[in-house]
């Protein structure tokens, strides 16, 4: 009897000691500012190639889009969480019909718009106004290189590079009664593969030419479109075809990736006065074989990029400041997005000779 009261004491003291160490760890974790991340979740679970995935949030769902390969086309699925753990299962968006390389998705309150570009250089368009329940037809609404879209207030922009009848970037808006009417051309100082962003009064596009990169707003003024002058942001810059750009009043953000081969740096400029002067930070080490990701509302914002040793997620949510490093080994194309309070990153990673889509979650303290 003397064992074994002595032999609950001793469980009851390793108990206790396990207990307080444990809370002495968290409360170190909490102390030291580090973000929470999770393990990473498998969210195609396909036998084909799952590539170029792309993130974006519609208040109470967080969607995640991607292209599925076979040797013989390309698929758009979609899946999406209301928890950001469970997950519906991949819906097939797209038939035979259709063959897409990439796809690129913009959200506005329950809208989300997707579009992608056919082997053809046809830009393919649906969308969703009920948080991806019900979804639109395909329709062709353009054709030309490196697309780019925006939805906002004033309505869904799209933006693409043409070679005739002049070099140039071509910009279409989307109309009340779902056709899209060309509204603007941007041919000045060169043109490269576009970003475009849409804020209240208009929208702005981006683009490189020449290792220069370049900034100029569109102004809706009683139903006409009025150009700003065009503005060098960066010049001199190993520039590679990756750009993006966020904008919310005279708040703008635009990155891009600098370099050549396989290594090089991650890039952001951003104005807080509408384009007129910019500031330029150098982010860090990059791969420039992935693209360059950025999430910006106007209250929270979060880049992501290749590393070259994983990826790396910073920004700013909640007011605080937050940068994680995942060490996911062959993790590529990256995308972000901020919901509900934690940033949602997703790329593709070979795993037993077939890419699968992944996702990561991060929150700051």
């Known amino acids: 009897m003397l064992f074994d009261n002595m032999e609950k004491r001793v469980i009851r003291i390793l108990v206790a000691v396990c207990l307080l160490l444990s809370v002495f760890a968290a409360l170190l974790l909490f102390q030291s500012g580090e973000e929470k991340t999770f393990r990473a979740l498998d969210i195609s679970r396909s036998d084909a190639d799952s590539v170029w995935p792309f993130a974006v949030s519609t208040g109470d769902r967080i969607h995640v889009f991607w292209v599925e390969r076979t040797l ?6 979609h899946s999406w969480s209301s928890d950001g753990k469970i997950w519906s299962d991949p819906e097939k968006m797209t038939g035979d019909d259709y063959n897409p390389g990439k796809v690129f998705v913009s959200a506005y309150g329950k809208e989300i718009h997707v579009m992608w570009m056919e082997r053809s250089s046809d ?13 639109s037809e395909p329709t062709t609404i353009g054709a030309g290189d490196y697309p780019a879209i925006s939805a906002g207030e004033n309505g869904v922009y799209v933006a693409y590079t043409v070679k005739y009848p002049e070099t140039g970037i071509r910009i279409i808006r989307k ?6 009417e060309h509204i603007a051309s941007v041919s000045d100082n060169g043109t490269g593969p576009p970003a475009i962003a849409s804020f209240s009064g208009g929208f702005c596009v ?3 030419f020449n290792d220069t990169v370049y900034f100029k707003k ?11 002058d ?12 990756y750009i993006r750009i966020s904008a919310s009043g005279d708040e703008i953000y635009i990155s891009w990736l600098e370099g050549s081969g396989f ?5 952001l400029a951003y104005s807080q006065d509408g384009g007129l002067s910019w500031s330029h930070i150098n982010l860090g080490p990059a791969s420039v074989l992935s693209p360059i990701s950025m999430f910006f509302d106007g209250k929270e914002r979060a880049l992501c990029w290749n590393s070259g040793n994983g990826i790396t997620v910073s920004g ?20 972000v997005c901020v919901w509900k309070g934690e940033a949602y990153l997703v790329f593709q990673r070979e795993s037993g000779g077939v890419y699968d889509i992944y996702l990561l979650r991060a929150s700051p303290k």
């Open 316 to 335: 700013e949510m909640e007011g605080r400041e937050f940068s994680s490093e995942f060490t996911e080994s062959g993790a590529e194309n990256p995308s």
């Open 206 to 208: 981006s683009w490189v």
């Open 218 to 228: 569109i102004l809706e003024i009683e139903g006409k479109f009025l150009p700003a």
């Open 123 to 135: 830009i393919v368009y649906m969308d969703s106004g009920d948080n991806g329940s019900s979804w």
């Open 175 to 180: 109309s009340e009664n779902g056709s899209w």
């Open 230 to 241: 065009t503005v060098e942001v960066v010049s001199g810059a190993d520039v590679s075809k």
């Open 72 to 77: 013989e086309r390309g698929y758009v699925y």
């Open 263 to 267: 290594s090089g740096s991650a890039h």
